[in-house]
């Protein structure tokens, strides 16, 4: 992370089955140009292959991953335990996640755990670290993770402030990285970037790959961390061929990013990992 050089990170959403094959077929082909697959937690608490699992399979592969750790789902005995097993294994980043609602996923009877904060989590991990564990209890060999977590990059007014309070705890709890929302525009982020001069702390931007216009204006109109500008929207509607388009936007940003001097760029491709090669060869990675 310190070496000067720009980071990939590709998101590698776990399969809702047993099937891996096209996922790891995905990831084998870009081998060399990611740096590491981050394995997301159940994303929008929809059940899937856990991240402790998916991520263990990627590294007897040869593939360097970031497990996601969530809040959501287990207690504090479970999580410990996911995070000794994941070294023990071979994972040695993680990325803590509060995890969403389980109302917003597929399995609405589910009970939300939240048993401790992100925080908290956080704080756990580096006492973990320090050979111990939350009960004070000393530990046969102690992990050492990288540690991330992650950032709001477009709050505004008092919502900036409030994230920026968050993350000044976040980066006291242990985190080392951050993770941005997605990313579009770039002048927007610089001017956010400034306000982190003084932080001693790597933020990666995030660079979503679209799918379709409704999916940008869906976005640009319901999510408020996420601006997108109107002439990207009206570039895809007017492309012959929408999904190239959209690939090509999200190999631009990508190469505007390592331009631009940031330490690297997260790429997630919400289910298109078949895509990966063409952004990554359009960014000239």
Known sequence: MNSGEFLVFAEMEPPKGVDVSALVASAIKVRGKVNAFV????????????????????QGKGLETVMQ?????????ALQADLLAAQALGVANVMAVT???????????????????????????QTLHSGKDMAGVELRGSPDFLVGSTINVGASGGALDLELEELNKKMAAGAEFFVTSP??????????????VERKTKIIPQVLL???VGMARYIDRHLDQVHIPADLINRIQKAPDRVRECILIAAELVAAIKDAGYPGVYLSTLGW?????DILAGAKL
């Open 39 to 58: 394995v997301p937690e159940m994303s929008n608490a929809v059940m899937k292959m856990s991240s402790l699992g998916f991520s263990i399979l990627l």
């Open 69 to 77: 750790v969530c809040c959501r789902d287990r207690n504090r005995l």
């Open 99 to 125: 995890g969403e609602d389980p109302s917003y996923g597929d399995h609405h009877k589910a009970r939300a755990v939240y048993d401790i904060d992100l925080i908290e989590l956080l704080q756990a991990i």
């Open 183 to 196: 990313v579009f525009d770039l002048e927007l982020f610089a001017r956010f970037m400034k306000k982190m």
């Open 210 to 212: 679209l799918k379709s």
């Open 273 to 277: 990992e078949e895509k990966l090669p």
